[in-house]
């Protein structure tokens, strides 16, 4: 049997696990088409917490009722890719050439412009209704998907909303569910760039319980035929904390030392499958998410590393020898990159696993 972990992302994993009726209120939208809570949802969540994957299963969930998907990211120009994905739905649906006006609007360069001048906004409008009261005649609907919307543009993401906001009113199947990091979102949602999507549906994202990744190992491993017992399995599982990411890499590697140890893991080989996956977690998570955090946000990080739980952000400003307010331009910045977030009234804790470790373990740079 083929290693079954996705230690990577925007893979689904072999068992998904604590996600059980998360969807559910998306899936009950998905049955009544139009005008429904579930359909609008919103997914936060820090890195490497399962966003994008569950996603993955909106879109799926929607195939299996016969709708039509579009999945996108928010890469500068998302809002022309939906537009031009939904003109070939379009045409796909529709008998005949398409009209001369959505290819005028394809030839205009569509494609490349990052913001709609008004009367494109209209044809989009006006294609976007065709597609979906063709869609609503089959009984299906389409399913727009948008992943890191903390990186999405503000104009695009206020046209985008607005034209989906026209098509919930006119009671035509649509749904829109978006990922992104949890600060950024919430400051989405409080610049009013997207003010329909306060009445989404949320998700936010937590780490897995362990006793579930400690079952799902045995039974995963118990499926190959291979040994390991519960008390390693707990050991191993402890070790991810609960993180998502963590719990690929390391079921990912114990499975490499089962197949090389003629399927039973020891103690030993499971203490390296553990030490492997933390070191490609650093590698793969935390290096490049402190690669671009600035010599003093750095010191904030330092700051932070030295307790075990929570920070107070007093004592972090004053081990870093910085203003209250100044620190507390560290902080926003820090919550922002999705590095820390916030523990309640004045505390703050780190929102990636192994950060601090990796923090301690290393000096600062001169
Ligand atoms: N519920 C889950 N149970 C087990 N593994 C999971 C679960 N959700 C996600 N994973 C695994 O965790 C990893 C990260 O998932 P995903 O890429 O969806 O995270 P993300 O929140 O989108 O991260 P980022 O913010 O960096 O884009 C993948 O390897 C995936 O297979
Ligand atoms: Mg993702």
Partial sequence: ???PFRP????????????TDLLGEFA???????????????????????????LNEAEDLAREQGWAVI??????????????????????LGAGPPTRRITAFVAAGFGVTTQLPPERQVEFRTLGEQLLRRLNEKKTGLLVTLDEIQDANRDELLQLAAV???FVRDGLPIGFVCAGLPSAVSDLLNEGVAT???????IDLHPVHVAEVEDSYISLFSTAGF???REIASKAAAATTGYPFLVQLVGYFLWREAEQGAGIVTEAAAGQAI????QRNIRLVVGPAIAHASRRDMDYLRAMAVDEGVSGTADIARRMEAKLTLAANYRARLIDAGLIESAGHGEVRFSIPGLREHLRSTPPQG
């Fill in 164 to 166: 989906i906001q026209h």
């Fill in 1 to 3: 049997m083929e290693n």
């Fill in 227 to 229: 040994t390991l017992t």
């Fill in 28 to 54: 009950y939208g998905l049955s009544i088409r139009s005008g429904v809570l579930g359909l609008l949802t919103i997914i936060t969540g820090a890195r490497g917490i399962g966003k994008t994957v569950m």
């Fill in 196 to 202: 329909f999507l306060r009445r989404a549906d949320k």
């Fill in 71 to 92: 999945s996108e990211t928010s890469t500068s120009g998302f809002l022309a890719r939906i537009a031009d994905s939904m003109r070939v739905l379009n045409d796909e």
């Fill in 8 to 19: 990577s992302f925007g893979r689904t994993p072999p068992q998904l696990l604590d996600r």
């Fill in 275 to 278: 030490s492997a996956a933390l």
